[in-house]
């Protein structure tokens, strides 16, 4: 075992970083501004990441997954990435479309990878930091090739294409894409290489909301060293800084009267955030109106405070600028400020904050315990010993053993948390309803959902349209690494099983 993995193990106490106040950030100036007297803010106003947008129902894109030389946060970084910047482009398509993705591996070769074949019994470590492919997190798509199989791996100098068939009933909302190689999969998104997608629908043609500025927050958590460099598996263990599309404590302003809908995505490895807007003195929140959980609308919108994101999540929400002032985006405990929010007195005409039912997707009705075919119990646990293992129902990721379910199956799935860690659970492919735990309302529509330690939560979910082999693990990636993954096979019985 090499010293930085024993580093990781040891598992040093929470860092508390709280980011103090509007201070340390100097950047470009923003000119003149309707800001409370004696407040200065000199922060870089918050930029979007390039968009692609899909034509006559065809996106077409290319992704060089390679190292890129950029500043991030004051300092200048070396990190894996995409097309060289810190966050990848947004793809932006409606439901219906076809994405076609052509990713090339430009990293350096570091030696022969085989997802399948131990190493000296440490198949379930972390390796392979420059093999990499793509996944689709939280598209309901197939996971066959060319699709979403995140099984295959692409080799230095090496490109695949994938083509994606998104269904005319897709849930409308936010997802993203990342790095999922199992080894690789923590270190390559540590180094930021996520990028936001945007799915269009119904949900996008009432006026209220069509007629809001969007705003995408993808939310890393880029680490590196005091070289800039992420080639240290200890290093992704540091509750260190929290970027925003690439920035540091960036402004996003809104005029009085104005209405916003914030993309917001947790691209993190492994830290969640509870995500509230706070007024200078932390005395007031700015509410926020909930459009979609993971992609997935609500029956109607939800008003709330704060938002509780663990790695994977992703929420759409509305929110309107009322009282002028200086607010906070904060993340929680851990992260304190991420973004400075400033509500302008420049008025604009009043705008509608929708509040109301949403249109509804009709894969995402409720699951009645009648309807449900088949139970699993899931344990996932922790096994000490010469090479540590996060492991579920007592095995670590082996690509012998996936789990056959027949296609048209409901199932309903209790997952217990053996282990004083929290793990945010993701299955890919098919969306989940949440009957109870993670800290959600009963009912939800989720694709990632946290489990506290010691704790539990049960979810049904149907597995329709797709058959194939994929895989459901812990969204703190380093879990995954570390074997915390488990593949299942949706198979139609009329057919041949893995067909
Ligand atoms: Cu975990």
Redesign the pocket.
Known sequence: MTQDYKNFLNMDRRKFLQTAGVAGVSAMGLGACALPSGFRIEQQPLIQPMVEKSKDGMLDTQVSAQYGSFNLGGQNVYLRCYNGRPVGNTLDFRAGDTVRLKLTNNMPFIGDFDLCTSVDGIENSPRGFNITNMHVHGLHVSPKQPSDDILIWIDNEKSYQYIYDIPPNHPPGTYFYHAHVHGSTAMQVASGMSGCMIVRGELDDIPAIKAAKEVVLMIQTQRFDEKGLCESFSLLNNEDKTFINGQLNPVIRIKKGEVQRWRLCNASHMMPFDLKIASYRYTTTMPMTLLCRDGNPLKATKEIEQIRMVPGNRADILVKGFDPGVYFLSGGDAAGTIATVIVEDDEVPDMTLYAGDLPQVPDLTDIPESEVTYGRRLEFDFAYGTHPK?TINDKPFSCDDPWEIPLNSVEEWEVYNHTA?P?PFHIHVNPFQVVSGGNVDPGTWMDTLEFPAFERIKFRTRFLDFTGEFVFH?H?LM?EDMG?MQAVTVFDPKENKKA
């Open positions: 996060f860690y793990h812990c703190n879990h915390m």
